[in-house]
T-cell receptor
Framework: DTGVSQNPRHKITKRGQNVTFRCDPI?????LYWYRQTLGQGPEFLTY????????KSRLLSDRFSAERPKGSFSTLEIQRTEQGDSAMYLC????????????FGSGTQLSVL | AQRVTQPEKLLSVFKGAPVELKCNYS??????LFWYVQYSRQRLQLLLR??SRESIKGFTADLNKGETSFHLKKPFAQEEDSAMYYC???????????FGQGTELSVKP
């Protein structure tokens, strides 16, 4: 499968714990996006990278959230001191800047905070 | 503020009936508009974008800048069209996509 890959598929954690998700984009894609989706809502933008540079981060995003894309390939999203309100599907997507803006999405990581 | 509004959470039609999924947006500037679709147990994927002026799976969408709308239409719905549909926008030149809340289309036999 050469699509966008996300791991893990599911994560259950206790409130207060830290979690980290990984996203592997399509190999030639230089843009990588993180979105969050809750039941009955559309994807909510969190942040995006062009190569290793983080170009934009949602102002709604708590300081507990951090994302990296150290070598311009895979990316990680970390949530520190998780809260029950963090429970959601976390989606990763990638694109080529030249095909503005066809995003290819991964299957997501479903986070449940108990 | 940039915003995409899909007023219908659920749209239910019979097979062969026309379909129109509404999308309104607010944006200061010239946005680019898209429709994304998510079929059951599949990933979110691009259906069509206004700059391509294309028809995909019989669906079309026209950007109406006066009414700030980008409604998705299909003259004869098929059962396989049942899915979640999301309208989205980005600024000209690219960047983050802003999504609407989504409309679930249910096509009954």
């Amino acid at each position: 499968d050469t699509g966008v890959s996300q791991n893990p598929r599911h994560k259950i954690t206790k409130r207060g714990q830290n979690v980290t998700f990984r996203c592997d984009p399509i190999s030639e894609h230089n843009r990588l996006y993180w979105y969050r989706q809750t039941l009955g809502q559309g994807p909510e933008f969190l942040t995006y990278f062009q190569n290793e540079a983080q170009l934009e981060k949602s102002r709604l995003l708590s300081d507990r959230f951090s994302a990296e894309r150290p070598k311009g390939s895979f990316s990680t999203l970390e949530i520190q001191r998780t809260e029950q309100g963090d429970s959601a599907m976390y989606l990763c997507a990638s694109s080529l800047t030249s095909t503005n803006e066809k995003l290819f999405f991964g299957s997501g990581t479903q986070l449940s905070v108990l | 503020a940039q915003r995409v509004t899909q007023p219908e959470k659920l749209l239910s039609v019979f097979k062969g009936a026309p379909v129109e999924l509404k999308c309104n947006y607010s944006y200061s500037g010239s946005p680019e508009l898209f429709w994304y679709v998510q079929y059951s147990r599949q990933r979110l994927q691009l259906l069509l974008r206004h700059i391509s002026r294309e028809s995909i799976k019989g669906f079309t969408a026209d950007l109406n800048k006066g009414e700030t709308s980008f409604h998705l239409k299909k003259p004869f719905a098929q059962e396989e069209d049942s899915a979640m549909y999301y309208c989205a926008l980005t600024r000209a030149g690219g960047g983050k996509l802003i999504f609407g809340q989504g409309t679930e289309l249910s096509v009954k036999p």
